[in-house]
């Protein structure tokens, strides 16, 4: 490599690690006996913006090599840039976990009870974060993080009616609905956009769409979308694949995997979503 080649070769590296440290977010440890993880995406200026509770899946936060994986700083990076804060919250390292999929759904060492307490912990931190506009803070969850949403949201629960910090609005990407469903005083505390894939054999849309149909037409909004020929994790960059090791279904496995369009619908859908109901 010649001399001048080298020099902008280094540069460019430099330029490349506050982009990378950047996408790790800051860390930050939530006040309670739990000591829960997160890592903070604020925006900088003086004027108060939203901010946005992001719920990871049972797969957990953190890849293989214990950074942030790829989904949440892609959804933090869309989130920022739309001048929106971001608390990817961890809900596992501090209990000492690093995953739950493999569990079987009522045998999961997390609870959505836990991770309920989880939401109301991380609200009560972002309301008091300077620069963070109090009445204006989203829930933002995928799978059982997405359960967790549904969970958080459930007017009928007078714990959570109790809490004192509440979402303006919230995204639930393809969760599991069978428990809302089969609560006949299960309502919305707050505005909802829920996105499926039309093929989910993880987390079938059928109660969903179920649990849409009656809530639909009741406020607070019950926004629905269905994507055609989309699996579980429809708006990951992976290829569609069979995974092993599914404690929740009956075979042990659940085709996984993201769809362009839909990815785009999607993220496109959300946008809208949040724009109508944070004004």
Request: proline share 7%; glycine share 10%.
């Amino acid at each position: 490599m010649r001399p001048g080649q080298l020099a902008r070769h280094l540069a460019g590296l430099l330029l490349l690690v506050p982009l990378l440290a950047w996408a790790q977010g800051q860390a930050v440890v939530l006040p309670g006996a739990v000591g829960l993880t997160g890592r903070w995406f604020p925006v900088a200026g003086a004027q108060p913006r939203p901010a946005v509770l992001a719920l990871h899946g049972c797969g957990g936060m953190l890849d293989r090599q214990g950074r942030l994986n790829e989904l949440q700083q892609r959804y933090a990076a869309d989130l920022n840039g739309a001048q929106m804060h971001v608390l990817a919250l961890d809900s596992f390292t501090a209990r000492g976990l690093r995953s739950i999929c493999e569990f079987p759904a009522s045998k999961r060492p997390v609870t959505l009870q836990d991770r309920r307490d989880d939401v109301a912990a991380a609200l009560r931190w972002l309301a008091a974060q300077p620069g963070v506009d109090a009445t204006r803070l989203v829930l933002l969850g995928w799978s059982n993080g997405a359960q967790t949403v549904l969970a958080a949201l459930d007017a009928s629960d007078p714990a959570v009616q109790a809490r004192g910090v509440h979402p303006r609005a919230a995204v639930a990407h393809y969760p599991g609905c069978s428990a809302p469903l089969k609560n006949r005083h299960y309502r919305l505390q707050a505005p909802l956009l829920m996105q499926l894939g039309e093929r989910d054999d993880w987390t079938a849309p059928g109660p969903c769409v179920a649990l849409h149909k009656r809530l639909g037409k009741q406020a607070p909004r019950f926004e629905l979308e269905v994507y055609p020929g989309s699996y579980h994790a429809f708006d990951s960059m992976n290829p569609v694949r069979v995974r092993g090791h599914v404690g929740s279904t009956r075979s042990g496995t659940a085709t996984v995997g993201g769809n362009p369009a839909a990815r785009a619908a999607a993220r496109e859908r959300m946008r809208q979503f949040l724009e109508e109901q944070l004004r």
